[in-house]
Nanobody, 114 residues
Framework: QVPLVASGGGLVQAGGSLKLSCAAS????????MAWYRQAPGNRREWVAV???????NYTDSVKGRFTISRNVPDKKVFLQMSSLKPEDTAVYFC????????WGQGTQVTVSS
């Protein structure tokens, strides 16, 4: 069983918005800092956003002001609201803890057309 399942991706025009969801098993969200990562074709997987146990957030520079990470601990979910999307945001998006303790799921594809 994959412990973290990302969903909500799709095809969107530049400037548009998407909201990604991550459903987690067990106590993962309650017990860990949670993060979104992404991997574009030919690139390494990179960290995008993180929310720690206190609820503080941080973002990689390229998404600051455009992306918002949040979580719902009782529902065991983590979200990534993405706005003002750019073609360079095109990637497969994954959720995991930070550090990444768990098996990677398939992720969810986000494609931003220009």
């Amino acid at each position: 069983q994959v412990p973290l399942v990302a969903s909500g991706g799709g095809l969107v025009q530049a400037g548009g918005s998407l909201k990604l969801s991550c459903a987690a098993s067990g106590s993962i969200v309650r017990s860990n800092a949670m993060a979104w990562y992404r991997q574009a074709p030919g690139n390494r997987r990179e960290w995008v956003a993180v929310i720690n146990l206190a609820g503080s957030t941080n973002y990689t520079d390229s998404v600051k002001g455009r992306f918002t990470i949040s979580r719902n601990v009782p529902d065991k979910k983590v979200f990534l609201q993405m706005s003002s999307l750019k073609p360079e945001d095109t990637a497969v998006y994954f959720c995991n803890t930070m550090p990444d303790y768990y098996m990677w799921g398939q992720g969810t594809q986000v494609t931003v057309s220009s």
